[in-house]
């Protein structure tokens, strides 16, 4: 199933030297391959977000420069069998002009760094990822040593999303990627052999409100490894997408917007590509996660919700893959930053 967007085979610099956004930059890739040059302050915005997820439980972190602002958080949802309803565990940190948060230009240069209320490190390992923080919370100290492996060959999708020659996303989307460690709450350590870890890198120039919606999911299903990277709304009209499905770590890119339809977001979601049956995939939550900040400059509304994919992905020989109960989540945010 092809699709109208121009795939990127080779390294090439994200902005011009006058900080501007290189026409030759704006396509997709499935290796991340764009030079992160970005310049100028106050509307850029850089960011590594990381979940972690198994069947019963899952973890994520992020850590995120604005320039004028950094936000680190972590948060960890336990829904096991054990528990009639989930319990999250959530750390925010807000660090005025981005003090105590390093990242790199581009994915994997080097380590991502967060220091004060939350310390992580994020750091590049012979093939993974190696994901660590530590805080306090009112349950005790939550600790995390995490592994995200990258196995070789393994597509991942890399796309850059322009709304004009000023303000322009670069984000880097993996899914399915195989992960292992553990997580500490106080006396409580939670298990991530059989994980899965997606990650969204990303870099840019971004305008003042956005609004999005993001899905991702990854596991075993149909006797395959499927990852599922579903965005929205920010990127219409544009001329890109951010949606791929990855299958046994092959990409297959799907440039067309998806329809959102959530009438009520404790409801089943259905997701699906309206001119064909690429995707035609029901999401049923069974935990909502709700997140405000109201820190001035920034402020944020985000309803994420966790639960499982089924329905049909095709592949891009059309091939039909079953998606029966994938893990994952999926949001609806609206942001002023």
Not at 141 to 163: I, M, Y
Request: glycine share 8%; proline share 7%; net charge neutral.
């Amino acid at each position: 199933m092809p699709t109208h967007e121009k795939e990127i085979t080779a390294p090439v610099d994200l902005c011009t030297p006058d900080g501007r956004l290189n026409p030759a930059a704006v396509g997709w890739s499935r290796t991340p391959l764009h030079r992160c040059n970005l310049r100028g302050w106050g509307r850029t915005k850089r960011w590594e977000y990381w979940c972690v997820t198994t069947p019963t439980h899952l973890v994520a972190l992020t850590v995120s420069s604005l320039d004028y602002l950094a936000l680190t958080s972590v948060y960890l949802l336990d829904y096991g069998p054990h528990r009639s309803t989930p319990r999250e565990t959530s750390v925010t940190a807000l660090s005025p002009l981005a003090r105590g948060v390093r990242l790199p230009r581009d994915l994997d240069a080097a380590e991502t760094l967060a220091t004060g209320r939350i310390n992580a490190r994020i750091t590049p390992d012979h093939g993974a990822t190696r994901l660590r923080f530590d805080c306090r919370t009112p349950h005790g100290p939550l600790t995390a040593d995490l592994a995200a492996v990258l196995p070789a060959g393994h597509e991942t999708l890399s796309v850059v999303v322009p709304w004009d020659d000023r303000r322009f996303q670069y984000t880097s989307k993996h899914t399915a990627r195989p992960a292992h460690g553990t997580v500490r709450l106080g006396e409580t350590v939670y298990d991530f052999t059989d994980a899965w870890a997606v990650l969204d890198h990303g870099r840019g120039r971004w305008p003042y409100s956005t609004h999005w919606h993001w899905g991702a999911a990854s596991g075993r299903t149909d006797g395959h490894t499927v990852g599922l990277q579903l965005g929205g709304t920010w990127t219409r009209g544009t001329g890109m997408t951010e949606n791929a499905v990855c299958v046994d770590g092959r990409l297959t890119k799907i440039g067309t917007e998806l329809r959102w339809h959530h009438p009520d977001n404790s409801r089943p979601w259905h997701l699906s590509t309206p001119d064909s049956d690429q995707v035609d995939l029901v999401f049923t939550p069974f935990h909502e996660r709700v997140d405000s900040t109201d820190a001035v400059l920034l402020r944020n509304h985000t309803r994420q919700c966790f639960g499982h994919y089924s329905g049909t992905v095709r592949t891009d020989d059309g091939t039909p893959i079953r998606v029966d109960r994938l893990l994952g989540w999926a949001e609806e945010v609206r942001m002023r930053w």
